[in-house]
Every structure is written in structure tokens, then in C-alpha cells.
């Protein structure tokens, strides 16, 4: 699709990556940036709020399962580059209610495909050869590791573990399904944890945060012994910008910043550095809220990414270490009331914040 310009429709553009994917897109080099959200309880257009006075920059409310409206929004902003980020993205969710998982995850996928398909087909020669469409996977495609250092390749056999995972997998293999038999010029990228601003609060990391500054339990599964392996959320960014141009046609590239940490060492991180900025009077530590809850049901131990790949073929590399990434996600989170404490307070379906037994890694 080009090193620079291009008219990008990002999915998900709302949601915790999208809108850093679009808040990058419309700063750099995207001629246009169309993004389609249909606002679920994870989607904030407070999130793109910089970006409404930006004349490269527009977002359409539609559901990428109405595939005749996403033709049209196709063809009437004659898109050069599909990257695919909406779905349902919380696992606990997905355990307690899987379907919305493959309605959106997988269903959603297809009419998505068969609408860039279509669009494709109708573009000149031209055109035709410079379209991607580019799906945003997870590394839990994988499944699950043992602590022995071994990592996930893009060769790494799929065997995912929940139903979010699944569905994942599910919407990857019908992504390639659509290349091979239909002749879609795809891109897929399997990325690790992501953590930074604009996270919404169901996630470990600003649940903690949050917690904490309200002085509620800290839920930690388990023992807190989980291994995530840990990217900045505007270093995915970056990558994603390659991989959408630079990209082969075809390939899949993983993408993560050698950062694993168990999940009780990123908890006991933000209690420190809140002990720092907001400490709590009497020489009581947040550390003191950490509270063990029984596991999540199939948890996986540990996900790690080997980035080789992605380094090597389009020359990326994170420019945030894991943990002045932490400094910022933290002071973000204490500078940024406005955009959580509305969600924060609201009743959305399927959230008990503050109490021990939901939270993700
Ligand atoms: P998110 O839940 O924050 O955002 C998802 C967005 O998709 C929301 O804005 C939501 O409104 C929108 N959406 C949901 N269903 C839709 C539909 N039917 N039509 C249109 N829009 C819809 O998710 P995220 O954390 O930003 O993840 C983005 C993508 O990256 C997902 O595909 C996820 O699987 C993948 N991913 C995320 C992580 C992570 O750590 N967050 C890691 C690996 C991969």
C-alpha cells in the first residue's frame, strides 16, 4: 500500500489500540483516516476527542457486521487499506458469555472480509494491487506456555485456550482462508499485552490503578505467578503502520517488546509508584489492598513473543521499556480523571468494578 499517505479504514477505532492507531495515523503520514466504531461499552470517542477538528479524520457509527453499509463506506471514501481492530476483547467476559465473542469476533470478521472483497473486485487495476486488509490478532492465539523460556513464533502451532482466544484463532484462520481462496491481499499481526492511556477500566492495569486510588481490594488470580508479555500500546501502533504498508502480502508478524512480567510484579509495580505520588498517610503501602482470588477458569500460565521477525523484515522496535511505559501509564491515569471517572461510575452490562472476581491480564 505505500510507505506514506493512503485512506485507512481502521475498525475498532474507538477502543483502547484503535484509537491509538488513529490518533498515529492522522498525526503521520495517512492521507485519511476513516474510523468504524459502532460504540460498545469498550468504545470512547472521548478517546479521539483531539481528533474531531481534524479535517483528515472521520468516524462512522456502524457495526462491521452490516457488511452492505461497510461496502458503501468503502466506496464512498475509496479506501486503500482495511486494518481490522474491532472485537470483543475482555476474556472474562467471553467466559461468562461467549456468544457476543463469535458474533463479533468471527461472523463480524466475515462480513467484513466479503465486504473488502467485494469493494477490491469493483477497484481499478491500479487500486486493486495496492489494497490490504490487515487483521490485528493476539498472541493468545497460541495458547499456553510452561516457564521454560520457550516463545511464540509466527510458526507456533494454534491452540487457543478461552473463548475470547478461540474466536480469535477462529477469525485468523478465515482471514487466510479468504487469501488463499478468494485472492485478498491480507496482513496479520499477533501482538502481546498492550498497556497505556485510554485503557478501559476492566483491564489489570488501570483496574489496579483505579482500585487503588479508591482504596479497593486489588484482585490478583491465583498467586499472581501469570507471565504477560508486556508492549506499549504506541509502539503497536508504529508496528501496525508497517505492517499495514511494508508488510508481504500473506505473512503474519508477531509483535512484542520483551518485556514478561508475572502478573503480581505489575501490581506490586503500581502500588510502588503510587506509594511514591500518592502515598497514603500512616506508612500503609497499597501493596497492603493486594488481595488473592480463586483462578480464572482455563488461565494460561505464560505468553512471550519472539518480535525477530518484524525487527529483521521492516526494521521496528519499541521505544518505550516496560517500565518508564509504567511511569507514564500511572501519571497518565492521575492526570486523566475526566476520561475515567464517567465510565468508572457508569453501570454497563456485565461490570462489578471495584469487586475481586472480574479482571484480566
Ligand atoms: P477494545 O475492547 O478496547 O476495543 C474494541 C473496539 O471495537 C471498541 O471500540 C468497540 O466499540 C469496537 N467494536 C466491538 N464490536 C464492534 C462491531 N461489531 N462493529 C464495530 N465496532 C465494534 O479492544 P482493544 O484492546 O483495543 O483490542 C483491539 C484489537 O486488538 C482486538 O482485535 C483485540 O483482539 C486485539 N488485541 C488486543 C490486545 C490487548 O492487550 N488489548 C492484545 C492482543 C490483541
Same mark, same amino acid.
Given at each position: 500500500?505505500?510507505?506514506?499517505?493512503?485512506?485507512?479504514?481502521?475498525?475498532?477505532?474507538?477502543?483502547?489500540?484503535?484509537?491509538?492507531?488513529?490518533?498515529?495515523?492522522?498525526?503521520?503520514?495517512?492521507?485519511?483516516?476513516?474510523?468504524?466504531?459502532?460504540?460498545?461499552?469498550?468504545?470512547?470517542?472521548? *478517546?479521539?476527542?483531539?481528533?474531531?477538528?481534524?479535517?483528515?479524520?472521520?468516524?462512522?457509527?456502524?457495526?462491521?457486521?452490516?457488511?452492505?453499509?461497510?461496502?458503501?463506506?468503502?466506496?464512498?471514501?475509496?479506501?486503500?487499506?482495511?486494518?481490522?481492530?474491532?472485537?470483543?476483547?475482555?476474556?472474562?467476559?467471553?467466559?461468562?458469555?461467549?456468544?457476543?465473542?463469535?458474533?463479533?469476533?468471527?461472523?463480524?470478521?466475515?462480513?467484513?472480509?466479503?465486504?473488502?472483497?467485494?469493494?477490491?473486485?469493483?477497484?481499478?487495476?491500479?487500486?486493486?494491487?495496492?489494497?490490504?486488509?490487515?487483521?490485528?490478532?493476539?498472541? #493468545?492465539?497460541?495458547?499456553?506456555?510452561?516457564?521454560?523460556? %520457550?516463545?511464540?513464533?509466527?510458526?507456533?502451532?494454534?491452540?487457543? %485456550? *478461552? +473463548?475470547?482466544?478461540? %474466536?480469535?484463532?477462529?477469525?485468523?484462520?478465515?482471514?487466510?482462508?479468504?487469501?488463499?481462496?478468494?485472492?485478498?491481499?491480507?496482513?496479520?499481526?499477533?501482538?502481546?499485552?498492550?498497556?497505556? +492511556?485510554?485503557?478501559?477500566?476492566?483491564?489489570?492495569?488501570?483496574?489496579?490503578?483505579?482500585?487503588?486510588?479508591?482504596?479497593?481490594?486489588?484482585?490478583?488470580?491465583?498467586?499472581?505467578?501469570?507471565?504477560?508479555?508486556?508492549?506499549?500500546?504506541?509502539?503497536?501502533?508504529?508496528?501496525?503502520?508497517?505492517?499495514?504498508?511494508?508488510?508481504?502480502?500473506?505473512?503474519?508478524?508477531?509483535?512484542?517488546?520483551?518485556?514478561?512480567? *508475572?502478573?503480581?510484579?505489575?501490581?506490586?509495580?503500581?502500588?510502588?509508584?503510587?506509594?511514591?505520588?500518592?502515598?497514603?498517610?500512616?506508612?500503609?503501602?497499597?501493596?497492603?489492598?493486594?488481595?488473592?482470588?480463586?483462578?480464572?477458569?482455563?488461565?494460561?500460565?505464560?505468553?512471550?513473543?519472539?518480535?525477530?521477525?518484524?525487527?529483521?523484515?521492516?526494521?521496528?522496535?519499541?521505544?518505550?521499556?516496560?517500565?518508564?511505559?509504567?511511569?507514564?501509564?500511572?501519571?497518565?491515569?492521575?492526570?486523566?480523571?475526566?476520561?475515567? #471517572?464517567?465510565?468508572?461510575?457508569?453501570?454497563?452490562?456485565?461490570?462489578?468494578?471495584?469487586?475481586? *472476581?472480574?479482571?484480566?491480564?
Amino acid at each position: 500500500m505505500g510507505t506514506a499517505g493512503g485512506r485507512i479504514l481502521v475498525t475498532g477505532g474507538a477502543g483502547f489500540i484503535g484509537s491509538a492507531v488513529c490518533r498515529h495515523l492522522v498525526a503521520g503520514a495517512a492521507e485519511r483516516v476513516v474510523n468504524v466504531d459502532k460504540l460498545t461499552y469498550a468504545g470512547n470517542l472521548g *478517546s479521539l476527542q483531539m481528533l474531531e477538528t481534524q479535517p483528515n479524520y472521520v468516524h462512522y457509527r456502524t457495526d462491521i457486521g452490516d457488511e452492505q453499509a461497510m461496502l458503501e463506506i468503502m466506496r464512498h471514501e475509496k479506501i486503500d487499506a482495511v486494518m481490522h481492530l474491532a472485537a470483543e476483547s475482555h476474556v472474562d467476559r467471553s467466559i461468562d458469555g461467549p456468544d457476543v465473542f463469535v458474533e463479533t469476533n468471527i461472523v463480524g470478521t466475515v462480513r467484513l472480509l466479503n465486504a473488502a472483497l467485494a469493494y477490491r473486485r469493483e477497484l481499478r487495476t491500479e487500486a486493486r494491487g495496492r489494497f490490504r486488509f490487515h487483521h490485528v490478532s493476539t498472541d #493468545e492465539v497460541f495458547g499456553d506456555l510452561p516457564f521454560d523460556g %520457550s516463545v511464540f513464533s509466527e510458526d507456533t502451532a494454534y491452540a487457543p %485456550s *478461552s +473463548p475470547y482466544a478461540a %474466536s480469535k484463532a477462529a477469525s485468523d484462520h478465515l482471514v487466510r482462508a479468504w487469501a488463499h481462496t478468494y485472492g485478498l491481499p491480507v496482513v496479520l499481526s499477533n501482538c502481546s499485552n498492550n498497556f497505556g +492511556p485510554y485503557q478501559f477500566p476492566e483491564k489489570l492495569i488501570p483496574l489496579t490503578i483505579l482500585n487503588a486510588l479508591e482504596e479497593k481490594p486489588l484482585p490478583v488470580y491465583g498467586t499472581g505467578a501469570n507471565v504477560r508479555d508486556w508492549l506499549h500500546v504506541e509502539d503497536h501502533a508504529r508496528a501496525l503502520e508497517l505492517v499495514i504498508r511494508q508488510g508481504r502480502p500473506g505473512e503474519s508478524y508477531n509483535i512484542g517488546a520483551r518485556a514478561e512480567r *508475572s502478573n503480581l510484579a505489575v501490581v506490586e509495580g503500581i502500588c510502588d509508584r503510587l506509594d511514591v505520588r500518592r502515598p497514603r498517610g500512616q506508612g500503609r503501602s497499597y501493596r497492603d489492598l493486594i488481595t488473592f482470588v480463586p483462578d480464572r477458569p482455563g488461565h494460561d500460565r505464560r505468553y512471550a513473543i519472539d518480535p525477530s521477525k518484524i525487527e529483521r523484515e521492516l526494521g521496528w522496535r519499541p521505544q518505550v521499556g516496560f517500565e518508564d511505559g509504567m511511569n507514564m501509564t500511572v501519571d497518565w491515569y492521575l492526570a486523566n480523571r475526566w476520561w475515567w #471517572e464517567p465510565i468508572r461510575h457508569l453501570r454497563y452490562p456485565g461490570m462489578r468494578l471495584g469487586e475481586c *472476581s472480574r479482571r484480566s491480564a
